[in-house]
């Protein structure tokens, strides 16, 4: 094998080359990665504070001084501008659901949730009639959107909401 400089040295250039460039991608791969884990955390730390996104379910609720067990979770006050409505956690909504079903198939149906077990981590719910009752674990679930809206959630979020309203009702789980 007969090479010359010139041959060596462009050879060099190519491999120094290839290696910045997959150092570079490596960089800006690692700093996107780390500014989403950062803002996921951040969201996540909102949520069990209290705040209501509003990419998840919720529903429109008065204020009232007498607040019963039954009554939904409000949002903080320095949350709420005056009087009125705001938006509370819908813990029972009609969502639009992908999930593996017990045989594994992909399954979508629009289910209307009827009760969250925490502890189980699992949807009831009807699909249709009130006597088609869905029972889901929620690491089934593919993906959720809300039926009146279309718009996609993420289920965690949702969960976490709803734990964090029913901690600061006093209800356990």
Same mark, same amino acid.
């Given at each position: 094998?007969?090479?010359?400089?010139?041959?060596?040295?462009?050879?060099?250039?190519?491999?120094?080359?290839?290696?910045?460039?997959?150092?570079?991608?490596?960089?800006?791969?690692?700093?996107?990665?780390?500014?989403?884990?950062?803002?996921?955390?951040?969201?996540?730390?909102?949520?069990?504070?209290?705040?209501?996104?509003?990419?998840?379910? +919720?529903?429109?609720?008065?204020?009232?001084?007498?607040? +019963?067990?039954?009554?939904?979770?409000?949002?903080?006050?320095?949350?709420?501008?005056?009087?009125?409505?705001?938006?509370?956690?819908?813990? +029972?909504?009609?969502?639009?659901?992908?999930?593996?079903?017990?045989?594994?198939?992909?399954?979508?149906?629009?289910?209307?949730?009827?009760?969250?077990?925490?502890?189980?981590?699992?949807?009831?719910?009807?699909?249709?009639?009130?006597?088609?009752?869905?029972?889901?674990?929620?690491?089934?679930?593919?993906?959720?959107?809300?039926?009146?809206?279309?718009?996609?959630?993420?289920?965690?979020?949702?969960?976490?909401?709803?734990?964090?309203?029913?901690?600061?009702?006093?209800?356990?789980?």
């Amino acid at each position: 094998m007969n090479l010359d400089l010139e041959t060596w040295q462009f050879v060099t250039l190519i491999a120094a080359a290839s290696v910045l460039t997959v150092a570079l991608l490596y960089l800006s791969w690692h700093v996107i990665a780390t500014k989403r884990e950062t803002a996921r955390r951040i969201a996540a730390a909102r949520v069990r504070s209290g705040h209501v996104p509003l990419e998840i379910p +919720t529903t429109r609720g008065g204020l009232r001084s007498g607040a +019963t067990d039954s009554d939904p979770d409000t949002l903080p006050e320095w949350f709420i501008q005056g009087e009125g409505e705001h938006a509370i956690v819908d813990e +029972t909504p009609r969502m639009q659901i992908r999930y593996l079903d017990v045989s594994g198939r992909k399954v979508q149906n629009v289910l209307h949730v009827q009760q969250l077990d925490l502890q189980k981590k699992l949807i009831v719910g009807h699909c249709g009639t009130p006597g088609d009752v869905r029972r889901i674990f929620l690491h089934q679930v593919l993906a959720a959107r809300s039926a009146e809206t279309g718009q996609r959630f993420n289920l965690d979020t949702w969960v976490e909401a709803v734990r964090v309203a029913r901690r600061r009702r006093g209800l356990a789980h």
